[in-house]
């Protein structure tokens, strides 16, 4: 089993910044891909961005150009720096990730989640 916590949420005015961290934790063998995702109100959830055991990274385009994922695969966290941040990426955060737990399973986490509010 795979535990994850989400730090880093909070209020900002817009045009700051704020560093979101993943921690993985529990009974795994490996931690693949990982990737954040976010909820407004009244909105469906979407992918925010996504990087590979790899490096490779993918985006969203409203956030292409502000926000930055990596990974440190030796601590099994993931971050997402959040620069130029606008009202509009006020939503509540969530990592996921798929974790290998046995020799040939792999399974799907989400993280409890953390605000984040971007407002004068």
């Known amino acids: 089993q795979v535990q994850l916590v989400e730090s880093g949420g909070g209020l900002v005015q817009p045009g700051g910044s704020l560093r979101l961290s993943c921690a993985a934790s529990g009974r795994f063998f490996s931690i693949n891909a990982m990737g954040w995702y976010r909820q407004a109100p009244g909105k469906e959830r979407e992918l925010v961005a996504a990087i590979t055991s790899g490096g490779s990274t993918n985006y969203a385009d409203s956030v292409k150009d502000r926000f930055t994922i990596s990974r440190d695969n030796a601590k099994n966290t993931v971050y997402l720096q959040m620069n130029s941040l606008k009202p509009e990426d006020t939503a509540i955060y969530y990592c996921?990730?798929?974790?290998?737990?046995?020799?040939?399973?792999?399974?799907?986490?989400w993280g409890q989640g953390t605000q984040v509010t971007v407002s004068s």
């Open positions: 996921n990730t798929d974790a290998r737990i046995g020799y040939s399973t792999t399974r799907s986490y």
